[in-house]
T-cell receptor, first 111, second 113 residues
């Protein structure tokens, strides 16, 4: 399984865009990029996923570089409730799904 | 209904006890998962069930025994645990189609004394 590398922590001001980077340089052609987040003392929450095109949903946008070796999760207008640990992972969508979490980025939104 | 429920929320057990954790979902998902999460660490996969059959066991000690009695229920039977097994135990489910986002429950916080 491809591994991911994320900065351990980031800060962002409330109302600004939070851009969370992730490196996955060993990703294979049929592996998807998935993002989850975990707010303190809760179960992880799915945010978004993509293969090679940029994706957007009601929570966030995902930008994947053309070589697919890195991606950026964008929270367009961060709120205090977005303070959480954000996990980037890569996944084959076939057979049983083996989700392997890296260390994640602890994002703190400051008022 | 997009919820995964887990019971109990908290559990304290002695090393000689037998207890079970329960997980339930009604989203029609055919894959279910158990994860273990220690404090300040990411969740670690323990077991995966696909179509009610065990498909992945991440070399988990036999004192943890999973069971999937039907497509909505997942149990984790605990016996002769050690204090280092104290952790947050998370259950998740996912569809087995193209979009495989996992839905997580709130977890059971287990303390072994």
């Amino acid at each position: 399984d491809a591994k991911t590398t994320q900065p351990p922590s980031m800060d962002c001001a409330e109302g600004r865009a939070a851009n969370l980077p992730c490196n996955h340089s060993t990703i294979s052609g049929n592996e998807y990029v998935y993002w989850y987040r975990q707010i303190h003392s809760q179960g992880p929450q799915y945010i978004i996923h993509g293969l090679k095109n940029n994706e957007t949903n009601e929570m966030a946008s995902l930008i994947i570089t053309e070589d697919r070796k890195s991606s950026t999760l964008i929270l367009p207008h961060a709120t205090l409730r977005d303070t959480a640990v954000y996990y980037c992972t890569v996944l084959l969508i076939q057979g049983a799904q083996k989700l392997v979490f890296g260390q994640g980025t602890r994002l703190t939104i400051n008022p | 209904d997009t919820e995964v429920t887990q019971t109990p929320k908290h559990l304290v057990m002695g090393m000689t006890n037998k207890k079970s954790l329960k997980c339930e979902q009604h989203m029609g998902h055919r894959a279910m998962y158990w994860y273990k999460q220690k404090a300040k660490k990411p969740p670690e996969l323990m077991f995966v069930y696909s179509y009610e059959k065990l498909s992945i066991n991440e070399s988990v000690p036999s004192r943890f025994s999973p069971e999937c009695p039907n497509s909505s229920l997942l149990n984790l039977h605990l016996h002769a645990l050690q204090p280092e097994d104290s952790a947050l135990y998370l259950c998740a489910s996912s569809p087995l189609g193209r979009s495989r986002e996992q839905y997580f429950g709130p977890g059971t916080r287990l303390t072994v004394t």
